[in-house]
């Protein structure tokens, strides 16, 4: 099996009042995910993931793209036997989705193949007013491979992803957010100002009661009602053995800001 290496060239990170910060920053501004630049992005999400001090990581791009699409250089290069050999949509694409602070896709300009499955690994996109969201695949004889067949489905509805898939057509940022995909758009010039400010406002949560709250989502995306109702109830159970239960409780009683101890 081929090494790959991971492309932390094209990935600028930083933090700030509890935000952390992940820029795609490749030579093309277009952002081409090749699998280091995948295994980079990934890796500067988990070491994120893994500090107390960050309470939401928000993925951004370009002014151009967010990502709008694989590596087709690199991609064209492999046969059947390789990409298995190489795990070519395991390495790093299967990672992200595990990330257990909450995680804000921010879109600027296109968000196609796997520029959109990314975004849609994250828990909720924000987009600009001017971008564009789709999965192209089928117009260079492919079809979405990590994860777009599933998470567009779940998202918007069978009817419509397939509609997206079939032809290959692009989703405009109104048209996404009316079917479910993005959670809410913003107009170019306030772009950035109103996502820092939705950042801070989900980093200044408690830490904990944030993952929890996150995780009982995600079970309700990935199984059955049952099934979901009863993880949901463990999961409310368990908030009671939470210093920031007593807290959050106590600060709301007495009319105050709770002050959270992320424990």
Known sequence: MSIINPKTKWVKSWSED???????????????????????IKEAAEKYDKDPNIGCIVLIGSEKAFAAGADLKEMVKHNYSSVLEARYIENGWLDIPKIQTPIIAGVKGYALGGGCELAMMCDFIIASEDAKFGQPEINIGAIPGAGGTQRLTKLIGKSKAM?????????????????GLVA?????????????????????????????????VNVAYETTLEEGI?????????????????????????????????K
């Open 230 to 262: 009863r993880s949901e109830r463990a999961l409310f159970y368990s908030t009671f053995s939470l210093q920031d239960h007593v807290e959050g409780m106590q600060a709301f009683i007495e009319k105050r800001k709770p002050k959270w101890k992320n």
């Open 18 to 40: 509890g935000v952390a910060w992940i820029k795609l920053c490749h030579d093309n501004q277009l952002n081409p995910l090749s699998a280091g630049f995948i295994l980079a």
């Open 163 to 179: 509609l997206a898939i079939l032809t290959g057509d692009m989703i405009s940022a109104v048209e996404a957010e009316k079917a």
């Open 184 to 216: 809410k758009v913003f107009k170019n010039k306030e772009f950035d100002s109103s996502l820092k400010v939705l950042a801070s406002k989900i980093a200044s949560q408690s830490k904990p009661m944030a993952k929890l709250a996150k995780q009982a």
